[in-house]
């Protein structure tokens, strides 16, 4: 069944690092600076998150720092990880620490087959007593979703929503192409996209959650967006993107990830050097360039 952590516009804040321990200061900052922002949901440990980089312990303080913090905002908690039971002993920490709903992509290290991918969310639906999102990232996980697989999770009354992969950009095809995922789940399960610069199409064309990179560091512009779309206002919500156009290219670029870290970092959100090593922020002209397009966009605040 959809939820209110499942529908609007999901925020994903950065779990910002300092000297390779998680940063809980800055972090609670980002999650309060949230709450405050009017955002429907906070999601937690997203790819934006560095889940992948963090062990068991982390990762339950984070959920525990989020809802703790978010004040009335649900949460959702991501639970992916390479074996079936880290993933239940995550999502048993996530349910402890009070998330609203729980989020799973399939990780690996050998290729799952789809049937792999029906066990592992049968698997873990088991022991949930919240919802579920099924987390379709094929950029991180190399594994490719398909209608008729969304179907069969769709199955488990735990599936509230399916984050899919960004629709085609033009407004046609992202309509058509979002008619034909809703046409494989039932009406109970909602549509939620990632993809940043694909959004407004995304929502103007039948998704009822954007679950955004850019709102969990800057929500302002995030919700300029969600709000025009989700109330159908066409015009408005495609300048309001349009607007953005500099900041997309330095996502497509150099990753959405590395860009809003060098956001969070120029704003003094997140301490320099925020991300987890092996992986490495922004620098030089990369990250010179970044805050030039903050400025031009008025985002310096």
């Not at 998704?207 to 300029?224: K, N, Q």
């Not at 092996?278 to 985002?299: I, K, Q």
């Amino acid at each position: 069944m959809r939820t209110e952590a499942t529908t609007g516009l999901s925020a994903f804040p950065l779990t910002p690092l300092r000297d390779d321990r998680v940063d809980e200061h800055a972090y609670v900052e980002l999650v309060e600076r949230l709450a405050r922002s009017g955002v429907d949901s906070i999601g937690a440990l997203g790819s934006t998150g560095s889940y992948a980089y963090l062990d068991r312990a982390e990762r339950r303080r984070v959920a525990e720092l989020t809802v703790r913090h978010a004040a009335d905002v649900p949460v959702i908690v991501g639970i992916s990880a390479l074996r079936t039971s880290h993933v239940r002993a995550l999502a048993h920490d996530a349910q402890a620490a009070g998330a609203s709903a729980v989020m799973l992509a399939p990780m690996s290290y050998q290729p799952l087959t789809a049937d792999d991918v029906v066990c592992l969310y049968t698997d873990v639906a088991t022991e949930l007593s919240v919802p579920m999102v099924v987390y379709d990232n094929p950029g991180t996980t190399r594994f490719d979703f398909t209608p008729a697989l969304y179907a069969r999770l769709a199955e488990l009354p735990s599936v509230a929503s399916i984050k899919i992969p960004p629709p085609p950009p033009e407004a046609e095809a992202a309509r058509e192409h979002i008619a034909r995922l809703r046409a494989a789940v039932p009406a109970r399960v909602g549509l939620g996209v990632s993809g940043d610069p694909s959004a407004a199409a995304a929502l103007l064309g039948g998704c009822d959650c954007w679950y955004s990179v850019l709102a969990g560091t800057l929500p302002g512009p995030a919700l300029e967006i969600a709000r025009a779309a989700l109330a159908g206002d066409s015009g408005e919500a495609c300048a309001a993107s349009n607007r953005l156009a500099p900041l997309w290219d330095l996502f497509a670029r150099h990753g959405s990830l590395r860009v809003v870290a060098a956001v969070a970092e120029l704003l003094g959100l997140a301490p320099e050097d925020c991300l987890p090593r092996p992986l490495l922020g922004l620098r030089g002209r990369d990250r010179a360039e970044v805050e030039t397009v903050l400025t031009a966009l008025s985002l310096t605040k």
